[in-house]
C-alpha cells in the first residue's frame, strides 16, 4: 500500500487541501538529467552560462530539469487541487465542454476511453485544457475554473512570460540569434494552441498492465515548442536515450520536467530533436494510485510557417540544409491540428501503429 499522502492548504475558492503523494521507494533506472537554476537568469554572465548548460543538455536527451522559476509550492498545489475537482465532475457535465478533438480542437475536455491502445484496451486518461486567456480563445468552463480564474491566469501568464520566456531566450542565445527570436515567435497576445493543461492517468489492474506489457502511451514527440511537467510524484514518465534505451524520469523536488517538442525541431532543421516519450504502469508502492498532472504546453503562433531558421549555428554544424523531413510549407496551427485530429481518427489501435502520415507527407513514428 502507499505510504500517507502529504497535505498542503490551497487558497483556491472551495477547494480541499490537496495531498501530494509520496515517491516511490523502489530504485528505479533513472535517466539522468541536467538542471537548469533560473535564478541565475538575471544575474552577470547568467544567460549564457544557462545557455550553455542547455546546449550540453539537449545534445544527449533533450529533457531537462528547471528549478526557481517563481512559483510556491502552494501556487503548484492549487494548480492540482483544481485539476482533481474538475475531474470528480459528473460525465455528464465534463462532456458539456468537451473538445472539438475530431477537427483538430484540444481545448476542453477529452474523455476517458477515447482511443484504442492495443485491441479492446482504451486509454486511461482524462484531459481539461485551458487556452490561452484572450478574447479570440474564451469558451465556456466549468464552475470550479471559472471561480479560479483569477488563479489560474496569473498561473499560466506566469508560465509563459517569467519562465517559458527565458528558456526561448536561452534557445536564441545557443544559435547566435536576437534574443527575442523566438519571443517574437511565441506572443501570448498572438493566437496559438499553447494551453494549461489538467490531467489523469487512472490507474490500471494487474491484468490490464499485462496486457499491456505496462505501457500506458506508447513512445511519442510532442506538437510545439515545449512541454512543462509539474512535479509528478507518481512515477511513470519514461524517455528514450540515443542508444535507445528507456529511462525513467524522477519527480525531484521543486522541480519542472521540460522537453522539446516538434516545432523546435522543424525551426531548427533537425539541431533541437523533439524527444521521445512514453507513460508506462507505475512501481508496485504506487501501483493503486491514480496520476494527476499539471503541464504547461508551449506552441508557436498559428500562423507561423514551421521553416528552418537562418542561423549561423546551424551552418556551422551543419544543419542549414533543408531536407525531406522538414515541415516548409506547414504552419504551427495546421500541424497542431492535423496531429490532434490524427491521435482521434486512428483506423487501428495505437499498439498497431509505428509511423502515420499527418499532413501534407510529413509522418510521425511511435516507439515501443
Not at 498542503?8 to 530504485?27: D, I, R, W
Not at 491566469?153 to 531566450?169: N, P, T
Not at 515567435?185 to 499485462?210: G, W
Not at 519542472?256 to 507505475?282: C, M, Q, W, Y
Request: hydrophobic share 40%.
Amino acid at each position: 500500500m502507499a505510504a500517507a499522502a502529504v497535505s498542503n492548504p490551497s487558497h483556491a475558492v472551495g477547494l480541499p487541501p490537496y495531498n501530494q503523494f509520496p515517491e516511490t521507494k523502489y530504485e528505479l533506472d533513472w535517466a539522468d538529467l541536467v538542471t537548469l537554476d533560473l535564478a541565475q537568469f538575471d544575474q552577470p554572465g547568467g544567460k549564457q552560462k544557462l545557455a550553455t548548460q542547455l546546449f550540453d543538455a539537449i545534445q544527449n536527451i533533450g529533457f531537462f530539469y528547471i528549478i526557481n522559476f517563481g512559483l510556491t509550492q502552494e501556487e503548484v498545489d492549487e494548480q492540482f487541487a483544481i485539476g482533481k475537482e474538475v475531474f470528480k465532475l459528473s460525465t455528464e457535465e465534463k462532456l458539456k465542454y468537451r473538445a472539438d478533438l475530431e477537427n483538430g480542437g484540444y481545448n476542453g475536455y477529452k474523455p476517458l476511453g477515447l482511443r484504442e491502445v492495443r485491441p479492446g484496451i482504451f486509454d486511461n486518461t482524462e484531459i481539461y485544457n485551458i487556452p490561452k486567456f484572450i478574447p479570440e480563445l474564451e469558451r465556456p468552463h466549468p464552475d470550479v475554473i471559472n471561480q479560479n480564474r483569477p488563479h489560474i491566469e496569473s498561473f499560466a501568464r506566469h508560465i509563459h512570460d517569467q519562465v517559458v520566456g527565458k528558456l526561448l531566450v536561452l534557445f536564441a542565445i545557443i544559435l547566435e540569434l536576437p534574443e527575442d527570436f523566438f519571443l517574437q515567435r511565441h506572443r501570448y497576445d498572438v493566437r496559438s494552441d499553447c494551453h494549461l493543461r489538467y490531467m489523469k492517468y487512472h490507474h490500471r489492474t494487474a491484468e490490464q498492465n499485462k496486457a499491456l506489457e505496462n505501457v500506458w502511451v506508447k513512445g511519442h514527440t510532442d506538437f510545439g515548442s515545449l512541454t512543462l511537467l509539474f512535479r509528478q510524484p507518481v512515477a511513470a514518465l519514461q524517455v528514450r536515450t540515443p542508444e535507445e534505451e528507456w529511462k525513467w524520469v524522477k519527480p525531484y523536488p521543486g522541480s519542472i520536467t521540460v522537453n522539446l517538442a516538434d516545432s523546435l525541431e522543424f525551426l531548427t532543421n533537425g539541431f533541437l530533436k523533439s524527444s521521445i516519450h512514453r507513460v508506462v504502469a507505475p512501481p508496485p508502492d504506487q501501483a493503486e494510485l491514480d496520476r494527476l498532472g499539471v503541464l504547461y504546453f508551449v506552441r508557436p503562433e498559428d500562423s507561423l510557417e514551421l521553416r528552418p531558421v537562418v542561423s549561423s549555428v546551424l551552418e556551422r554544424l551543419g544543419y542549414d540544409k533543408v531536407t525531406d523531413s522538414s515541415a516548409v510549407g506547414i504552419t504551427a496551427g495546421e500541424w497542431v491540428k492535423a496531429r490532434v485530429s490524427r491521435n482521434v481518427a486512428q483506423p487501428k489501435a495505437r499498439s498497431e501503429v509505428v509511423e502515420e502520415e499527418v499532413i501534407k507527407g510529413k509522418s510521425v513514428k511511435y516507439y515501443d
